[in-house]
Structure formats: structure tokens, C-alpha cells
């Protein structure tokens, strides 16, 4: 899958220019959220081939925005990575009950983020 667009969604404006930084050199079209409405709003307009998410965020938080991604059929085919500080095992495992294809700890090395894109 030839990955062209990325859509990144964090409400924490430091930890979004982070994940930016550490995409650009994709040279893909990098698309930004700041809430999980905006994410799924985005999702459906901007297309993305895949969608960065962190979990942890007001109003509707991670979860709840992978699992409407998930469940509607213009957006449950688009990838998504959750990027959060919640690292445990069990965290891992819900992510992916919500339909998230990875997780990714804060605090990442760049490479990592290429590297989670790459296995796409």
C-alpha cells in the first residue's frame, strides 16, 4: 500500500509538532487533528491511508474515536496506530479490541514511527 496521505491526531499541540517531525521525512501529505470529532471528521473527508491517534484526550478520547472509525464502512479500512503514554500490556491488548492495528509509547524515537509506517 502506497501510503501518500497521514492523518495525526493529538490534543497536546507539543506532542502533534513531535509526531510532524518525525514524519516529514515521509513526504507524505501530513494532516493534523487536535480532538477525536475533528479525527473521525477528517478521516472522512481527508482520506487517509492511515491515521496516527493518541488516546488520551477530552470529549471524545482515543477509543472511542478508533471504535467509530472502526464501525463505519467510508472509514474502517484506513489503519490506525494509538500513540500514547498508556504502555502497559493490557493497554496494547484494548487498543487493539478497538480496532487499532499498533501502539506506540510516548516517548518515541522517530525511528519507531517510520518504522510502525513501514509495517503498514
Not at 32 to 57: H, Q, R, W, Y
Not at 98 to 114: C, H, N, W
Request: charged residues 30%.
Amino acid at each position: 500500500m502506497a501510503i501518500q496521505t497521514i492523518l495525526i491526531c493529538d490534543d497536546s499541540p507539543t506532542d502533534l509538532a513531535n509526531l510532524k517531525n518525525a514524519l516529514e521525512g515521509t513526504n507524505c501529505n501530513l494532516v493534523t487533528a487536535s480532538s477525536g470529532e475533528e479525527v473521525v471528521k477528517k478521516a472522512k473527508s481527508e482520506k487517509p491511508d492511515v491515521i496516527f491517534l493518541d488516546i488520551v484526550m477530552p470529549g471524545m478520547d482515543g477509543y472511542a474515536a478508533c471504535r467509530t472509525l472502526r464501525d463505519d464502512p467510508e472509514t474502517k479500512h484506513i489503519p490506525v496506530i494509538f500513540v500514547s503514554s498508556k504502555q502497559q500490556k493490557a493497554d496494547r491488548v484494548w487498543a487493539q479490541m478497538q480496532g487499532a492495528k499498533d501502539l506506540i509509547a510516548k516517548p518515541y524515537e522517530s525511528k519507531e514511527v517510520i518504522d510502525k509506517l513501514g509495517a503498514l
